[in-house]
C-alpha cells in the first residue's frame, strides 16, 4: 500500500507561484500513475494533471494548460506541481493520489491534502 503526504500549500498573492510536492512511502513507486487534484468550497472534485510512472505521459485539464507543470523523482520518490500564474480560481485543497491506471476513477490512494489559497 502506498501512503502519500502533501506539502508546499499556502497563501499566494494573484500571478504567483508555488510548488507543491507529494512525498510516497509506499513500494515500488515508479509502477504507479500518480495525480493531482483539487476540490474547491461547492465544486466537485477536478483532476489537474496525471503523470505516468515514468515521467514519459502527462495530462492536464483545460483550466491549467500553459500555467501547471506536472513531474516526478522516481529515486526521490516524490512527485510535484509547479504552479505558476496563479489565479483566485485556483483556491483549493490539492490533494495527490495514486493509481495504477491513468483513468480518474482509478485513483483510489489518497493524500490528506494541503490548502492552496491565491488572493487578488
Known amino acids: 500500500q502506498v501512503q502519500l503526504v502533501e506539502s508546499g500549500g499556502g497563501l499566494v498573492q494573484a500571478g504567483g507561484s508555488l510548488r507543491l510536492s507529494c512525498a510516497a512511502s509506499g513500494r515500488t513507486f515508479s509502477n504507479y500513475y500518480m495525480g493531482w487534484f483539487r476540490q474547491a468550497p461547492g465544486k466537485e472534485r477536478e483532476a489537474v494533471a496525471r503523470i505516468s510512472g515514468s515521467g514519459g505521459w502527462k495530462l492536464y485539464a483545460d483550466s491549467v494548460k500553459g500555467r501547471f507543470t506536472i513531474s516526478r523523482d522516481n529515486a526521490k520518490n516524490t512527485v510535484y506541481l509547479q504552479m505558476n500564474s496563479l489565479n483566485p480560481e485556483d483556491t483549493a485543497v490539492y490533494y495527490c493520489?495514486?493509481?495504477?491506471?491513468?483513468?480518474?476513477?482509478?485513483?483510489?490512494?489518497w493524500g490528506q491534502g494541503t490548502q492552496v489559497t491565491v488572493s487578488s
Open positions: 493520489a495514486a493509481s495504477q491506471g491513468p483513468g480518474t476513477s482509478a485513483f483510489k490512494y
